[in-house]
């Protein structure tokens, strides 16, 4: 009798253990399928996040990237930049971040070319030749089929600018300015490269203007705008002194403006 109790507690403790056994398998393997399925979604997440960041990005060696100085016709003029990197995003482009070529230069718009307009979200808005005004930023390049395409950030009107005289030169970019003001106070400037001086009266103060590093300064010509360097600011010059919609400092000099 004594045989057979022991005989039956030695088998119920061999099926204790291999139930013990057969619980710590199922839990491994539930865990490596766990983890390899987060794996997967981890991998398919990071390769749509890759994706959805590189749909806006664009080979900078096949684009002209510039700011508008006129639209004639068929013809659209740009003052050129250059990318500092492999690769341009068009849905946040920053003229800031390139650098200007002081060159303009002459697209011809071939026919059943393609217009769109950067959102402020990033998107791409449809467009028409019409939508493209002197000082937009443009990226010239090639539609997936093909078409000549151009990818317009829309210059904004700025009611926050300065308008000064150039009354002496205190430094290498340091200039006294007598400041002047608009007649109506509530008047903005639509196009910096035809601005009536008519329009403003002097101040009575005066301000020093120091040029930050990269600002950008072009002198009005016959109604464009030409690049320019602080070199280029003498005495008597009138600037418009002002932020574009890029975050970019620009200073437009106009040269012979009668008092």
């Known amino acids: 009798m004594k045989r057979n109790g022991k005989m039956i507690a030695v088998a119920l403790s061999f099926v204790l253990c291999m139930g013990l ?3 710590c398998s199922e839990d491994t393997s539930n865990s490596a399928a766990t983890g390899n399925t987060n794996a997967s979604q981890t991998t ?64 011809t718009i071939e026919e059943g070319a393609v217009f769109n307009l950067v959102s402020e979200s990033g998107e791409l808005v449809a467009g028409t030749q019409n939508s493209v005004h002197k000082n937009d930023t443009v990226i010239v390049t090639t539609g997936e089929s093909g078409e000549q395409e151009f990818i317009i950030h829309p210059a904004q009107s700025s009611t926050e600018y300065k308008v000064g005289r150039v009354s002496s030169i205190e430094g290498e970019g340091s200039f006294m300015l007598a400041m002047y003001k608009a ?29 930050k590093e990269g600002t950008v300064i072009s002198v009005a010509e016959s109604g464009s705008l030409q690049e320019a360097t602080a070199a280029d600011i003498v005495e008597g010059d009138m600037l418009v002194i002002y932020t574009d919609a890029e975050g970019v400092n620009q200073v437009v000099v106009y040269h012979n403006v009668a008092e």
């Open 44 to 107: 398919s997440t990071n390769s749509e996040s890759s994706n959805a960041s590189s749909e806006t990005l664009l080979n900078a060696a096949d684009v002209t990237i510039g700011r508008v100085v006129s639209v004639e016709g068929s013809e659209m003029t740009l003052v050129t930049y250059n990318a500092l990197g492999d690769t341009i995003d068009y849905a946040t482009l920053d003229l800031g971040d390139l650098t200007s070529t002081s060159q303009n230069e002459t697209i």
């Open 21 to 23: 056994l057969a619980g």
């Open 183 to 211: 007649n109506d106070e509530n008047a903005t400037i639509e196009d910096y490269a035809n601005v009536d001086f008519s329009q403003y009266t002097a101040r009575g103060n005066s301000t020093m203007y120091n040029v």
